[in-house]
């Protein structure tokens, strides 16, 4: 049902997980544990599901809080369930019992917390929010709840590999224009002019770069292991009208 974080798992207090597709009630395209509100699975399959990851998180039901997710580098601090989902890409929280939250299907999920100051934060992490500062973001947010960078302990869950990733010359050139160093995160590809893109390496050198003190990879690549992931870009390639979601999140008991 779901994969942890090690360095995570080590911290007193902190609860989270990276849900996988295993343990639902969704049927067809969406088997398993699909959590996410924005799919087009029947809404009572989805709201079962996100009970049963509030029960794995030791959460009361609706304290499993994730945003209107837009690609965007907005990050909102929460400390109650709300009654209109805000449109951002990260939830910061320092209120126990509630579950800071991401949805993805391919982007990357980023669980941060710090154990010390009792902070803890998940970020949703594609190509476009790195580029725009989701990250960064959080962890402003997360000091102005008083963590430290340096003390912040962030994992990065099941995500599109660069294997599996490719992405065509616009991309390549805009990557590279923001700095040319960003060239180390691609490889050729079979297809002229296009690359193979490492997303999670990109990721962790955004983290470090921000003073992140521990960054772990889980290594996982939601395009290649269907039994246990969702994936956007595997249900494109195959012509699928829709996909399930995956669901990263992380409380404080």
């Given amino acids: 049902m779901k994969v942890e974080s090690s360095a995570l798992a080590a911290l007193p207090g902190i609860r989270h997980a990276f ?8 049927q067809g395209i969406y088997a398993g544990l699909n959590g996410g509100t924005g799919s087009r699975d029947e809404p009572g399959h989805v709201a079962q599901n996100r009970a049963r990851m509030e029960s794995a998180l030791g959460v009361p039901a609706g304290h499993l809080l994730t945003c209107w997710q837009i690609h965007s580098p907005d990050c909102v601090v929460v400390e109650r369930p709300w009654e209109e989902r805000p449109k ?39 190509w476009k929010g790195a580029v725009g500062g989701v990250l960064e973001s959080t962890l402003a947010r ?30 390549v050139t805009r990557l ?43 290594g996982l690549d939601t395009y290649a292991d269907e039994a246990r992931f969702f994936s956007y870009r595997r249900a494109t390639h195959r012509g699928e009208p829709d996909y399930g979601r995956l669901v990263a999140a992380i409380t404080l008991v």
């Fill in 176 to 218: 590279t224009a923001i700095d040319p160093e960003n060239d180390r995160f691609l490889v050729p590809s079979s297809r002229a002019h296009h690359a193979m893109f490492d997303l999670p390496g990109y990721i962790a050198m955004r983290l470090k770069a921000a003073g992140v003190g521990t960054v772990e990879d889980l």
């Fill in 88 to 126: 951002a890409d990260a939830v910061a929280t320092a209120t126990p019992g509630v579950a800071a939250g991401v949805a993805i299907a391919d982007c990357g999920p980023v669980l941060l917390a710090d154990g010390e100051a009792r902070v803890v934060a998940a970020a949703h992490s594609g």
């Fill in 142 to 171: 997360m000091e102005e709840l008083g963590a430290r960078r340096e003390r912040v302990v962030a994992a990065i869950g099941p995500l599109i590999r660069q294997e599996s990733y490719e992405v065509g010359p616009d991309f």
């Fill in 19 to 26: 849900f996988t597709r295993k343990g639902g009630v969704s």
